[in-house]
């Protein structure tokens, strides 16, 4: 449902956290599924309301915006070839390093709460945590999708 656009990237290189949020970004935009505004929008709710979480073995980070800057809603999903730091969730001060990003392109206030607490089910149990970091291809993230009930 939220993951049927692809828009995945795996071992994606990056400088930093803005250059993974600018790709991520562009592709939901080329897919004609947010807004142009949705990449300021992020970039903005990032600085104000932090989304990296640190869990054990990867941090991962969920980044999303206002609803009105979204056209479809979707989800993008990037692991990294190497970490970048966002800030942490919370107390917006520590940094942490990131690995996985869910990017949210959500229009429903109740889907986002959904989503979060669903993703956050995932976080918390390092094995299927670990799966997700270890796909290479959209096959197998499909799998894994299917089998935790988001695809």
Request: charged share 25%; proline share 3%; glycine share 4%.
């Amino acid at each position: 449902m939220f993951f049927d656009r692809k828009i995945t990237f795996f071992d994606l290189e990056v400088n930093d956290r803005q250059d993974a949020l600018q790709k991520m970004a562009e592709s939901l935009y080329t897919a004609n599924l947010v807004h142009a505004s949705f990449h300021q929008g992020i970039l903005e709710r990032e600085e104000t309301f932090p989304t990296g979480l640190s869990v054990i073995p990867y941090g991962v980070a969920i980044p999303h915006t206002d609803a009105d800057k979204v056209i479809t809603p979707q989800i993008a999903f990037a692991s990294l070839k190497k970490p970048v730091k966002f800030r942490m969730m919370g107390n917006g001060k520590e940094e942490i390093e990131v690995s996985l990003i869910f990017m949210l392109a959500l229009k429903k206030a109740e889907d986002q709460l959904i989503m979060l607490q669903r993703l956050m089910d995932i976080f918390q149990d390092h094995a299927l945590l670990s799966e997700f970091a270890s796909c290479m291809n959209q096959g197998k993230l499909d799998e894994l999708l299917q089998r935790v009930g988001l695809e």
